[in-house]
């Protein structure tokens, strides 16, 4: 079936640092794939997606491109501020046909000031 | 236009009893989706519906079900609660056409 791998948190910054947070997964076919961030007390948001291999998401600064080759898609982002603190998590929505996204555990990043 | 909706917010309950939780979907979006997400988890699937009909169902026990109503809002029903059924339940919404899922912000359910 399919599956999201994250690294395992916390990820601990000071601000203005570069962030990667990797994700890999394991689906058949051609699978959309997703960074979505949750605040504290809040749900989830999304952040940025890509929908074929290759492409580039982007959003906020984030960006993350879908390399087939490596199955992977991990998020980056060249300087961190405090407001970046939340849990990340990525996700894949597999291209059988189902709107049914997988999940990663979940990547807490901590900006120190 | 408003976003997924979800309520209560929050919610206490006791072991034994049933709740029920309510999900409004972003106008337009047929689909409605469930998740319970425990803490330090990533949400995990529990059903989806489409046009009021169950389209997918997750790994969990009888005592969850759920429906979709004309209107394409959705209700969550759980009985006998368990502590371990405590979490933030998810709601998201999509559209045929679109790839992504929309969340609403949650209900928190504590089973004391």
């Known amino acids: 079936g399919d599956s999201v791998t994250q690294m395992e948190g916390p990820v601990t910054l000071s601000e203005e640092a570069f962030l990667t947070i990797n994700c890999t997964y394991t689906a058949t076919g051609y699978p959309s794939l997703f960074w979505y961030v949750q605040y504290p007390g809040e749900g989830l948001q999304l952040l940025l997606k890509a929908t074929k291999a290759d492409d580039k998401g982007s959003n906020k600064g984030f960006e993350a491109t879908y390399r087939k080759e490596t199955t992977s898609f991990h998020l980056e982002k060249g300087s961190v501020q405090v407001s970046d603190s939340a849990v990340y998590f990525c996700a894949l929505r597999s291209s059988g046909g189902s709107y049914i996204p997988t999940f990663g555990r979940g990547t807490s990043l901590i900006v120190h000031p | ?112």
Do not use: M
Request: hydrophobic residues 30%; aromatic residues 12%.
């Open chain 2, 1 to 112: 236009d408003a976003g997924v909706t979800q309520s209560p917010t929050h919610l206490i309950k006791t072991r034994g009893q049933h709740v029920t939780l309510r999900c409004s979907p972003i106008s337009g979006h047929k689909s409605v989706s469930w998740y319970q997400q425990v803490l330090g988890q990533g949400p995990q699937f529990i059903f989806q519906y489409y046009e009021k009909e169950e389209r997918g169902r997750g790994n969990f026990p009888d005592r969850f079900s759920a429906r979709q109503f004309p209107n394409y809002s959705s209700e969550l029903n759980v009985n006998a609660l368990l502590l371990g059924d405590s979490a933030l339940y998810l709601c998201a919404s999509s559209s045929p056409s679109n790839t992504e899922a929309f969340f609403g912000q949650g209900t928190r359910l504590t089973v004391v």
